[in-house]
């Protein structure tokens, strides 16, 4: 008797060993705000990315400095003059229900980005392809002349409009991403719910708890699975940085993607390490609505733009080291040499802008006396609160009152689509390293310009320059751009973004990068 219970026991201890063994690895990932949607034509935001491109892959996904590599396509030619790019996918791509990825997933996909139902206020990041911007605008309704098509089931030809340097760095974004065309056919706008959803990235998504989680799980039809280090990731969707913080301290966090900036010396004491602040490519800014008076009046604008002590912000106000921005294009953006744009009076003491701002101000009618009343909207964060309380503390010297109003991430936005607002907050990261991608948010009628500058002649450079092959030629016409929208201050940049990560000493390969971009694929967990 003794002898078999000790053989029950052994086999119990032996079950449960095997059972820890085989324990999940989970990262617990603090993504920011609650996502609007997981359809990659819908999403605009980066806490939206870091989930979309865990269950999506392009045809070029992203290494662990967000460099461009082979994702969904194995391998790829390139023409000549750098017009067509021919495609060939893996023959063991799959989606998450056992269908293979076929080369038409991208052309349905493609279609509906460029349909102006789908209205994908993106869709312009894929516009170097032939026709598209075209579609978008309802002047060629004939999507066969799309310059996207498969030459068979594992070959995809894309046909630019001209040679485009960046064009596979465009292909790692989400709007490149492919779908399945059946999928959203039978479920419509349910299709990304999870009992819906069809993927074809490294993770599937199992659940989504409104305002608290959405959990991926590894997909077992993905090529690279076999490499995978972590088995399901929590994204946990709060904007409560504070809150945040706290749970990484008590280790139910592994990644925080922001943190308050005023802890930041609090965690180089207390957790050596752990906080990663590294220059990435991105600008925050603020715009003003230019369709309603008083905001038309560029005198204002430059009153407003020059009583901003930039210099003061990131050491003092965020204490986190964000360099001044005065112009569009961050300093290191690719195929973009030249002098960084500086306006003239950022040279001056900043006792003496504010007093030209004022003298600006007074002659728009506004003074301390009889200020002009301003609403400043920005999306519920510690970090953005500060910068509020802070500019509008300036504006104040130059007889400008404001009244702060913040609301979540999603609604925040929509009012800026929206037109409902003065000044709003907003931010970009480039989404490949490019000029273009940050002077096309000032093109006229593009939906991400919430400020509504319009200029013909700036325009006009755009469209040079995205005919333009000379590189160098290409350069000197989008400054040209940059130069003209930020003398009619088509949007006010502040500082130029650096990312504020904290990650936890058991989690390896995350790497810091241009484009803050780190797909979990790349990361281990160790206990």
Do not use: C
């Not at 996904?61 to 967000?66: I, M, N």
């Not at 010396?265 to 991105?282: K, R, T």
């Not at 040079?464 to 751009?481: I, S």
């Amino acid at each position: 008797m003794t002898q078999v219970l000790k053989a029950v026991a052994t086999a119990g201890a032996l079950a449960l060993f095997m059972g820890s063994a085989a324990q999940a690895v989970t990262l617990n990932l603090g993504n920011g705000g609650e996502p609007g949607s997981l359809d990659p034509h819908k999403v605009s935001g980066d806490w939206e990315n870091r989930i979309v491109g865990e269950y999506l892959e392009g045809l070029v996904a992203e290494d662990a400095k967000a460099d461009a590599i082979p994702g969904q396509a194995e391998s790829w030619i390139i023409s000549d003059d750098g017009l067509v790019y021919t495609f060939k996918l893996r023959a063991d791509a799959m989606w998450t229900d056992g269908q293979p990825v076929v080369a038409q997933n991208f052309v349905d996909a493609f279609q509906r980005l460029f349909d102006p139902a789908t209205a994908a206020e993106y869709a312009y990041l894929q516009f170097p392809i032939k026709n598209s911007s075209k579609i978008a605008a309802g002047e060629i309704t004939d999507f066969s002349q799309l310059g996207v098509k498969a030459i068979d089931e594992k070959t995809l030809e894309i046909t630019l409009e001209a040679s485009t340097p960046f064009f596979l760095q465009a292909l790692t974004h989400y709007t490149a991403y492919p779908i399945r065309k059946d999928v959203i056919e039978r479920f419509g706008d349910q299709w990304t719910q999870p009992e819906n959803i069809v993927g074809n990235g490294p993770y599937k998504i199992t659940e989504w708890v409104p305002g608290s989680y959405i959990k991926a799980v590894k997909s077992d039809t993905y090529y690279g699975k076999g490499d995978l280090k972590i088995d399901e990731i929590m994204f946990e969707n709060s904007e409560d940085l504070s809150a945040a913080l706290n749970r990484y301290r008590a280790g139910e966090l592994d990644v925080l993607t922001d943190f308050p900036s005023d802890q930041y010396q609090f965690l180089q004491d207390n957790y050596p390490g752990e906080a990663h602040v590294a220059p990435f490519l991105g600008v925050y800014y603020y715009v003003v609505n230019q369709e309603k008076p008083p905001l038309d009046n560029v005198n204002i604008r430059k009153a407003l733009s020059m009583a901003i002590n930039r210099d003061v912000i990131g050491p003092d106000v965020l204490g986190t080291g964000e360099l001044p921005a005065y112009g569009w294009v961050p300093d290191g953006t690719a195929n973009y040499e030249g002098t960084p744009y500086m306006p003239d009076w950022a040279g001056k003491p900043y006792e003496e802008r504010v007093a030209e701002a004022k003298a600006l101000m007074a002659e728009a009618g506004y003074t301390p006396e009889n200020p002009l009343t301003l609403q400043l909207r920005y999306n519920t964060n510690e970090n953005h609160q500060r910068i509020a309380v802070a500019i509008s503390s300036m504006w104040k010297e130059i007889g400008v009152e404001v009244e702060l109003l913040n609301a979540e991430v999603a609604v925040h936005y929509d009012a800026l689509r929206a037109g409902d607002f003065q000044v709003g907050r907003a931010g970009w990261l480039l989404d490949y390293s490019d000029a273009s991608n940050t002077l096309d948010l000032l093109r006229t009628g593009v939906e991400n310009n919430y400020g509504r500058y319009s200029n013909a002649e700036f325009d006009g450079l755009m469209d040079q320059a995205a005919n333009e092959l000379d590189l160098a030629e290409r350069a000197g016409l989008l400054h040209q751009a940059e130069k003209l929208a930020m003398d009619e201050f088509g949007a006010i940049p502040i500082y130029w973004y650096v990312s504020k990560n904290v990650v936890s000493p058991k989690i390896s390969g995350f790497v810091d990068n241009a484009k803050d971009i780190n797909r979990v694929r790349w990361l281990s967990k160790s206990e």
